[in-house]
T-cell receptor, first 112, second 120 residues
Framework: DAGVTQSPTHLIKTRGQHVTLRCSPISGHKSVSWYQQVLGQGPQFIFQYYEKEERGRGNFPDRFSARQFPNYSSELNVNALLLGDSALYLC???????????FGNGTRLTVT | AQTVTQSQPEMSVQEAETVTLSCTYDTSESDYYLFWYKQPPSRQMILVIRQEAYKQQNATENRFSVNFQKAAKSFSLKISDSQLGDAAMYFCAYRSPYPVSGGGADGLTFGKGTHLIIQP
């Protein structure tokens, strides 16, 4: 079975632009979570979606939003990009909202 | 809010030796989950081992085992017979078992990580 897939792998954007990151969960998994990992730090929780509803939100500004589609794939959107948004964005899926997480390889976002 | 602290930014061990990575956490909850994740240069976070706080028995997975001290809020990872493929960043993480509505976070709280180097 395919693991969690994220696209694109790398992305370069300019300050003020908008970005959309995509994630496909493992088949059968109904929960998707997003994490931001700044260089040299551990990942920080952004959102969790389960059965297409937001189940949790970390301490991130409203510029960050996400959604989950009927096929359980997910998008993370970031508006008005700042230099500090440069990071590795990790997506993880799980069977239910509290099952062990399976992570993708991440999207490396660079904001210039 | 829960916090997770990994006090060793980097550890080095000879191949085939044993190494222990430290992790402490702070929480007011009595029930929770603790995890160790491995992140190789490929960037993918890989679950190494999981411990439920209500279980007194320490979790083990082949060469990986934990020393869970609930009263001390300590959760160390022991890697036996270290192999070159064990080289990676290791992250300790905490998760509440209960859903939090509204602005609360259901997600994992990670430490800053320990870079493990395996010397051949």
């Amino acid at each position: 079975d395919a693991g969690v897939t994220q696209s694109p792998t790398h992305l370069i954007k300019t300050r003020g632009q908008h970005v959309t990151l995509r994630c496909s969960p493992i088949s059968g998994h109904k929960s998707v979570s997003w994490y931001q990992q700044v260089l040299g730090q551990g990942p920080q929780f952004i959102f969790q979606y389960y059965e297409k509803e937001e189940r949790g939100r970390g301490n991130f500004p409203d510029r960050f939003s996400a959604r989950q589609f009927p096929n359980y794939s997910s998008e993370l959107n970031v508006n008005a990009l700042l230099l500090g948004d440069s990071a590795l964005y990790l997506c993880a899926s799980s069977h239910t909202w509290n099952s062990p997480l399976h992570f993708g390889n991440g999207t490396r976002l660079t904001v210039t | 809010a829960q916090t997770v602290t990994q006090s060793q930014p980097e550890m080095s061990v000879q191949e085939a030796e044993t190494v222990t990575l430290s992790c402490t956490y702070d929480t007011s909850e009595s029930d929770y989950y603790l995890f160790w994740y491995k992140q190789p240069p490929s960037r993918q976070m890989i679950l190494v081992i999981r411990q439920e706080a209500y279980k007194q028995q320490n979790a083990t997975e082949n060469r990986f085992s934990v020393n869970f001290q609930k009263a001390a809020k300590s959760f160390s990872l022991k890697i036996s017979d270290s192999q070159l493929g064990d080289a990676a960043m290791y992250f300790c993480a905490y998760r509440s078992p209960y859903p939090v509505s509204g602005g609360g976070a259901d997600g994992l709280t990670f430490g800053k990580g320990t870079h493990l180097i395996i010397q051949p």
